[in-house]
Protein backbone atom coordinates (compact mmCIF):
# COMPACT_ATOMS: atom_id res chain seq x y z
CA UNK A 1 0.00 0.00 0.00
CA UNK A 2 2.71 2.29 0.67
CA UNK A 3 4.53 1.86 -2.73
CA UNK A 4 0.41 2.63 -3.79
CA UNK A 5 0.33 5.52 -1.80
CA UNK A 6 3.34 7.21 -2.90
CA UNK A 7 2.79 6.58 -6.78
CA UNK A 8 -0.87 8.65 -6.08
CA UNK A 9 1.19 11.50 -3.79
CA UNK A 10 3.97 11.39 -7.07
CA UNK A 11 0.67 12.15 -8.96
CA UNK A 12 -1.19 14.77 -6.75
CA UNK A 13 1.86 16.68 -6.59
CA UNK A 14 2.53 17.10 -10.04
CA UNK A 15 -1.11 17.62 -11.46
CA UNK A 16 -1.05 21.18 -11.19
CA UNK A 17 1.90 21.18 -13.98
CA UNK A 18 -0.11 18.72 -16.00
CA UNK A 19 -3.65 20.41 -16.15
CA UNK A 20 -2.18 23.73 -16.86
CA UNK A 21 0.09 21.92 -19.90
CA UNK A 22 -3.63 20.44 -21.30
CA UNK A 23 -5.16 23.38 -20.83
CA UNK A 24 -2.35 25.36 -22.51
CA UNK A 25 -2.70 22.55 -25.49
CA UNK A 26 -6.54 23.18 -24.94
CA UNK A 27 -6.69 26.54 -25.49
CA UNK A 28 -3.78 26.45 -28.62
CA UNK A 29 -5.57 24.01 -30.53
CA UNK A 30 -9.13 25.72 -30.00
CA UNK A 31 -7.18 28.85 -31.59
CA UNK A 32 -6.28 26.86 -34.54
CA UNK A 33 -9.56 25.97 -35.11
CA UNK A 34 -11.05 29.02 -34.77
CA UNK A 35 -8.38 30.67 -37.20
CA UNK A 36 -9.53 27.59 -39.65
CA UNK A 37 -13.29 28.47 -39.55
CA UNK A 38 -12.70 31.98 -40.12
CA UNK A 39 -10.44 31.68 -43.19
CA UNK A 40 -13.30 29.15 -44.54
CA UNK A 41 -16.10 31.55 -44.01
CA UNK A 42 -14.03 33.82 -45.60
CA UNK A 43 -13.05 32.07 -48.39
CA UNK A 44 -17.19 30.76 -48.98
CA UNK A 45 -17.75 34.65 -48.77
CA UNK A 46 -15.43 35.83 -51.14
CA UNK A 47 -16.81 33.14 -53.60
CA UNK A 48 -19.95 34.19 -52.98
CA UNK A 49 -19.14 37.59 -53.74
CA UNK A 50 -17.74 37.00 -56.89
CA UNK A 51 -20.40 34.38 -57.80
CA UNK A 52 -23.10 37.99 -57.11
CA UNK A 53 -20.67 39.84 -59.32
CA UNK A 54 -20.78 37.24 -62.04
CA UNK A 55 -24.56 37.15 -61.86
CA UNK A 56 -25.40 40.67 -61.80
CA UNK A 57 -22.96 41.00 -64.81
CA UNK A 58 -24.64 39.11 -66.98
CA UNK A 59 -27.85 40.46 -66.01
CA UNK A 60 -26.65 43.66 -67.03
CA UNK A 61 -25.28 42.36 -70.41
CA UNK A 62 -28.27 40.63 -70.92
CA UNK A 63 -30.70 43.48 -70.59
CA UNK A 64 -28.55 45.75 -72.68
CA UNK A 65 -27.74 43.06 -75.02
CA UNK A 66 -31.71 41.88 -75.54
CA UNK A 67 -32.91 45.67 -75.50
CA UNK A 68 -33.97 46.41 -79.46
CA UNK A 69 -32.42 50.39 -78.59
CA UNK A 70 -29.30 48.66 -78.68
CA UNK A 71 -30.12 46.50 -81.64
CA UNK A 72 -30.47 49.69 -83.60
CA UNK A 73 -27.43 51.63 -82.86
CA UNK A 74 -25.33 47.90 -82.97
CA UNK A 75 -27.15 47.52 -86.42
CA UNK A 76 -26.48 51.04 -87.48
CA UNK A 77 -22.70 51.32 -86.17
CA UNK A 78 -21.80 47.44 -87.48
CA UNK A 79 -23.83 47.65 -90.94
CA UNK A 80 -23.94 50.41 -93.98
CA UNK A 81 -26.79 51.33 -95.06
CA UNK A 82 -28.81 49.86 -92.14
CA UNK A 83 -32.75 49.32 -92.08
CA UNK A 84 -34.78 48.92 -88.87
CA UNK A 85 -37.82 49.71 -87.18
CA UNK A 86 -38.29 51.02 -84.01
CA UNK A 87 -41.90 52.33 -82.52
CA UNK A 88 -43.15 51.48 -85.89
CA UNK A 89 -41.14 54.01 -87.86
CA UNK A 90 -39.06 52.68 -90.85
CA UNK A 91 -35.41 54.05 -90.19
CA UNK A 92 -32.96 53.47 -93.08
CA UNK A 93 -29.12 55.14 -91.81
CA UNK A 94 -25.49 55.36 -93.93
CA UNK A 95 -22.35 55.52 -91.82
CA UNK A 96 -21.82 58.97 -94.24
CA UNK A 97 -24.66 60.56 -92.11
CA UNK A 98 -23.84 59.74 -88.62
CA UNK A 99 -22.42 62.40 -88.44
CA UNK A 100 -25.15 64.77 -88.98
CA UNK A 101 -27.43 62.93 -87.46
CA UNK A 102 -25.43 63.24 -83.84
CA UNK A 103 -24.81 66.97 -84.51
CA UNK A 104 -25.51 69.17 -81.05
CA UNK A 105 -25.85 72.27 -83.43
CA UNK A 106 -28.88 73.07 -85.18
CA UNK A 107 -31.22 70.65 -83.42
CA UNK A 108 -34.34 70.93 -86.19
CA UNK A 109 -34.10 67.19 -86.64
CA UNK A 110 -36.50 64.70 -88.78
CA UNK A 111 -38.14 61.90 -87.58
CA UNK A 112 -35.69 59.32 -88.33
CA UNK A 113 -33.02 61.28 -87.01
CA UNK A 114 -34.87 61.56 -83.89
CA UNK A 115 -35.93 57.66 -83.48
CA UNK A 116 -32.08 56.89 -83.55
CA UNK A 117 -30.93 59.94 -81.09
CA UNK A 118 -33.81 58.15 -79.13
CA UNK A 119 -31.91 54.55 -79.36
CA UNK A 120 -29.00 56.42 -78.63
CA UNK A 121 -30.18 58.02 -75.34
CA UNK A 122 -31.45 54.90 -73.94
CA UNK A 123 -28.43 52.98 -75.24
CA UNK A 124 -26.35 55.92 -73.60
CA UNK A 125 -28.73 55.31 -70.36
CA UNK A 126 -27.99 51.47 -70.11
CA UNK A 127 -23.70 51.95 -70.75
CA UNK A 128 -24.51 54.51 -68.08
CA UNK A 129 -26.36 52.39 -65.82
CA UNK A 130 -23.39 49.42 -66.51
CA UNK A 131 -19.99 51.90 -65.29
CA UNK A 132 -22.07 52.94 -62.19
CA UNK A 133 -22.22 49.40 -61.53
CA UNK A 134 -18.40 49.03 -62.21
CA UNK A 135 -17.68 51.85 -59.72
CA UNK A 136 -19.99 50.43 -57.29
CA UNK A 137 -17.62 46.89 -57.36
CA UNK A 138 -21.15 45.11 -58.33
CA UNK A 139 -18.94 43.33 -60.76
CA UNK A 140 -15.86 43.81 -63.03
CA UNK A 141 -14.83 45.79 -65.93
CA UNK A 142 -13.40 42.15 -67.35
CA UNK A 143 -16.63 40.29 -66.39
CA UNK A 144 -18.41 42.39 -69.52
CA UNK A 145 -15.52 43.75 -71.71
CA UNK A 146 -15.63 40.59 -74.40
CA UNK A 147 -18.90 40.90 -74.59
CA UNK A 148 -19.92 44.32 -76.29
CA UNK A 149 -16.01 45.29 -77.51
CA UNK A 150 -16.65 45.34 -81.19
CA UNK A 151 -19.42 47.67 -80.39
CA UNK A 152 -17.60 49.58 -78.68
CA UNK A 153 -15.11 49.91 -80.90
CA UNK A 154 -17.56 50.59 -83.80
CA UNK A 155 -18.57 53.76 -81.39
CA UNK A 156 -15.32 55.04 -81.18
CA UNK A 157 -15.19 55.10 -84.89
CA UNK A 158 -17.53 57.86 -85.25
CA UNK A 159 -16.58 61.05 -82.38
CA UNK A 160 -20.13 62.90 -83.43
CA UNK A 161 -21.85 60.22 -80.87
CA UNK A 162 -19.13 60.90 -78.15
CA UNK A 163 -19.44 64.69 -78.25
CA UNK A 164 -23.32 63.78 -78.15
CA UNK A 165 -23.21 61.82 -75.00
CA UNK A 166 -20.91 64.54 -73.56
CA UNK A 167 -23.06 67.62 -74.48
CA UNK A 168 -26.23 65.52 -73.07
CA UNK A 169 -24.00 64.65 -69.92
CA UNK A 170 -24.10 61.14 -70.11
CA UNK A 171 -21.10 61.43 -68.59
CA UNK A 172 -20.93 57.53 -67.15
CA UNK A 173 -21.74 56.17 -70.54
CA UNK A 174 -18.34 58.28 -71.46
CA UNK A 175 -16.54 57.22 -69.28
CA UNK A 176 -17.92 53.26 -69.66
CA UNK A 177 -16.78 54.17 -73.68
CA UNK A 178 -13.28 55.71 -72.81
CA UNK A 179 -12.35 52.29 -70.70
CA UNK A 180 -12.49 50.13 -74.13
CA UNK A 181 -10.48 53.22 -75.83
CA UNK A 182 -7.89 53.12 -73.35
CA UNK A 183 -7.24 49.61 -73.64
CA UNK A 184 -7.38 49.66 -77.16
CA UNK A 185 -4.52 52.15 -76.88
CA UNK A 186 -2.54 49.66 -74.16
CA UNK A 187 -2.60 47.15 -76.53
CA UNK A 188 -1.52 48.83 -80.04
CA UNK A 189 -5.04 47.35 -81.77
CA UNK A 190 -4.79 48.69 -84.88
CA UNK A 191 -8.46 49.09 -85.07
Same mark, same amino acid.
Not at 134 to 148: A, K, M, P, V
Not at 165 to 177: E, I, L, Q
Given at each position: ???????????????????????? +????????????????????? !??????????? =?????????????????? &?? /???????????????????????????????? /?? &????????????? =??????? &?????????? +??????????????????????????????????? +???? +????? !???????
Amino acid at each position: MSKNTTTWSIILENAEPISLLITS +FEIIFTSIYGFIQIRNYSIQK !SRETKWKQSET =AWYATTELLESKEYKAIS &EI /LDIDGSCFEYEGIQVTVFHKDIDKIFRIENMS /LT &EQEIVIRKCMDRH =AQNLSRI &EFAIRDELFR +FDQIENTISYDIAQMLNFNSIIEYMKYFHYDYAVS +FVNR +FSANR !SASNDPR
